[in-house]
């Protein structure tokens, strides 16, 4: 199959309880494409400012995704700015600004078009829609999306989830977007509004992943130490994606597997600041938990 | 083995967002024994007024609960009052009369001394100080507890801790006993203070249990409904600890499967208010269940 990632790359300033770090590489598309690298070469869509680092640039190079679809525009890059609290799971906006995201209006290559499988990361659902209709066929339409948009944007939103294949949300998002408490009742709500898989990652609590006859839950890594937790929810898009796109196939055994991998590189994304644990990750580490993970729940 | 679950006999008004129930019969020493009765033939040891029911007292001798341990005292049966909010997960003390309890001084009958496996249920940490020494070589001490004794007992509870092989506890209770946030951290903290191993409830996101050298973790199972989440770990630790007995041995593969049997009795406890799913159920559903919690993981 063949891999598009759309979504952004951001300055990131992170604080938690420990640490603040000023402006570091952030954004979905990063995170998600650099998760998906271990498993295939994933084409990324986004836009980057004159300040973005060519450090990064020049780690996408080496991980081998392809940046045909990245535009580099003039301005600043996009910056968020979040506050995480004692309890990783609570965080808070501080400050967002758009920067050269606020005019991207991407235009596909055309090699990237026939894509079997997409993930339109979080970013308005509009520029989601605009994106989506570029594709001529894609077989695994999936997508993500934040409170933000479920709040101020739903009626666009459900337009895009109608038309996707997989949707990827966390707990909170899921109850909101559902008015649905229990995890499993606000699934199947979603999986009647158009898609036939949800994944409903629930933090130091696993996830959960539903498909008309099935339900399956992954546990997340037993972890001592998070240190940054941004970027996890897209990490776990990445692997779970980047799995899929390598098995050339889409069924509830692999579906299953790409969830754990989805764990596996959520889990090594929060064990350092913004992208730094990505740099270097090595393939055996990553076969390495995914055998843990199944050790882990092994009875 | 031979099993022992000391603990509460109760009669519980609980008030969910739904319904309320006046007086029904609970306790953390009933849900245990029910839980455990589908394993083995636990010996109970705990106190009852004038009005507990005789319908529960043939109850359990229909499960073949040895109820030689049991004291029929003079008054009424302890009584705990709860209000559980949206979320089943947090709940609120309204009322408690001691009642019975209050004056409960228990003396083990000579055929419950040498038992291997000991479980003493939430109850105050002295007398379940006072209960531990009554027994005269158990190879498995298992305990639970409350924040209520953290809180206002720590002393008295960190003695039994120290002398207990197995700690039931759930995440707001390790995280108040080790001040620690982390549970990963938190269980090696109490690995430190005397117990072999320990198990850390999570609702509806299952438990997570800590030896000296592996973590399990198992999954709630997936339930839509949950009516009265009353008993839920109590009825975990009689699945965990009447296996455990069924199995006659202590070794981290049967840990694992006990863990999961814990789970699915916890699953069935809060499928009816009360103790009412434990009358109807059958074997074969326990058995089926234990199947589907291993679909519900398996990749």
Redesign the interface.
């Known amino acids: 199959m063949s891999l598009v990632i759309v979504g952004s790359l951001a300055f990131d300033t992170i604080e938690t309880p420990e640490e603040r770090r000023e402006k570091i590489v952030g954004g979905s598309c990063t995170y998600c494409s650099l998760a998906a690298s271990f498993f295939t070469s994933p084409k990324i869509v986004g836009v980057v400012g004159e300040d973005f680092p060519q450090e990064t640039i020049d780690l996408f190079k080496k991980r081998k995704i392809d940046m045909q679809g990245l535009e580099f525009a003039e301005g600043k890059t996009f910056h968020w700015e979040g506050l995480y609290g ?2 990783p799971n609570q965080r808070t906006t501080v400050r967002l600004d758009l920067n050269v995201f606020a005019d991207f209006k991407p235009q596909l290559p055309p090699s990237y078009k026939g894509a079997e499988l997409v993930f339109l990361a979080n970013i308005h659902p509009e520029l989601q829609e605009d994106i989506r209709i570029q594709f001529t066929n894609p077989e695994w339409m999936a997508m993500d999306t934040i409170t933000h948009w479920i709040e101020n944007n739903r009626k666009s939103l459900l337009g895009v989830l109608k038309r996707c294949h997989l949707f990827f949300c966390n707990d909170e998002e899921i109850k909101l977007l559902t008015d649905e ?5 606000a699934g199947k709500k979603i999986l009647e509004m158009g898609p036939a898989y949800v994944v409903i990652k ?1 933090g ?3 996830a ?1 992943m539903l498909g008309k006859d099935f ?5 997340a890594h ?5 240190i940054d937790p941004t970027g996890a929810g897209d990490s776990f898009a990445g692997g779970f994606l980047g799995y899929l796109d390598s098995v050339k196939k889409v069924n509830e ?1 692999e579906l ?2 790409a ?2 991998f989805g764990s596996v590189m959520a889990s090594f994304a929060i064990e350092d600041f913004g992208i730094e644990r990505f740099k270097s990750l090595t393939l055996p580490e990553v076969r390495k938990r995914f055998s843990e993970f ?1 050790k ?4």
């Open positions: 004692h309890d408490i229990n995890l499993l009742k629930k130091e609590h696993g959960l339900v399956f839950g992954v546990l037993p972890c001592e130490e998070v055994q299953r597997k969830a754990v199944r882990f729940v092994t009875f």
